[in-house]
């Protein structure tokens, strides 16, 4: 199976389709145990928005590939950019979208680490600017419960079911023997920022990977694929509304009646 996570469009392709909502996968290059690759993160994120992108007209971009993975510096391999880098290069990803006309994006976050993304979506939006981070912790529940993943979303922290289930329905020859028997707990981690992932698991894995298979991967981004339509439907709704403004607001501007506003708006 092909992994390239880079997709083929042309500038063609992408002006025809007149997207107006583009989808950044966000990933990292961390540690996932000895049954996953690195990329791990960077694969879901891609795997996600490929999903997305095949329901629903987005404008699919190629992954960012490193996040902030320092809880996980203790293992080889391992590499992080900064969290004042992550937010800057999403910001400056969002202006030249809409530069290029594309007014919204959506952040598929493939690594619960990327904290910064948060606060990216809040600050964008606060300007009036349209972007959404996803999927939210609702939206892996609902896809966990339709797929009939056993763990919780509280003890599948770290290259455990969700993530061996989607690897293995995605890119299988990435998953390494050994993971039916990697399983491993450790459900209080509360000080996972201070002390970092080493203190809570020698193998990097924690939750039960055990349990993963490729139904419940191909089911888990199905119901994420789905849930999506409550973004779409929300991104697209303010992105017209937007639009309309703009029109409305050159219309008036021709017609003469807007001399007393001082900038062209009714």
């Known amino acids: 199976m092909d992994v390239s996570l880079v997709p083929a469009d042309t500038s063609e392709d992408v002006r025809e389709r007149g997207s107006r909502v583009a989808v950044l996968p966000v990933g990292s290059y961390e540690q996932h145990g000895p049954h996953l690759p690195l990329a ?12 997305i992108a095949a329901a629903y007209p987005v404008h699919l971009l190629p992954p960012v590939t490193i996040g902030c993975s320092h809880e996980h510096a203790a293992w ?14 999403v910001r400056d990803i969002a202006d030249s979208l809409r530069r290029s006309g594309v007014e919204a994006l959506v952040v598929v ?31 892996w529940e609902t896809a966990r419960q339709r797929a009939g993943v056993t763990t919780s979303l509280l003890t599948d922290m770290h290259a455990g079911e969700i993530e061996t289930s989607i690897l293995l329905h995605t890119h299988p020859e990435t998953v390494r023997p050994g993971y039916e028997a990697a399983d491993f707990v450790a459900d209080d981690r509360r000080h996972l920022l201070s002390l970092g992932m080493s203190a809570y698991t020698a193998s990097g894995v924690i939750g039960r990977p055990s349990l993963g298979t490729a139904e419940k991967g191909k089911e888990l981004l199905a119901g994420l694929a789905d849930s999506f339509a409550e973004c779409f439907a929300l991104l697209t709704a303010v992105t017209v509304a937007v639009s309309e403004e703009s029109d409305d607001a050159g219309d008036s501007g021709d017609s003469g009646d807007s001399g007393d506003s001082g900038d062209g708006r009714a």
Not at 40 to 46: F, Y
Not at 76 to 89: D, K, Q, R
Request: with cysteine; proline share 4%; charged share 15%.
């Open 109 to 139: 976050n493939g690594h619960g680490g990327n904290y910064v993304l948060g606060n990216v979506v809040q600050e964008a939006s606060a300007r009036g600017e349209r972007m959404a981070l996803f999927p939210a912790a609702e939206d």
């Open 76 to 89: 080889p391999g391992t590499v992080s950019i900064s969290s004042v880098t992550l937010h800057a290069v």
């Open 40 to 51: 791990t993160d960077t694969l879901v994120a891609c795997a996600v928005a490929r999903e």
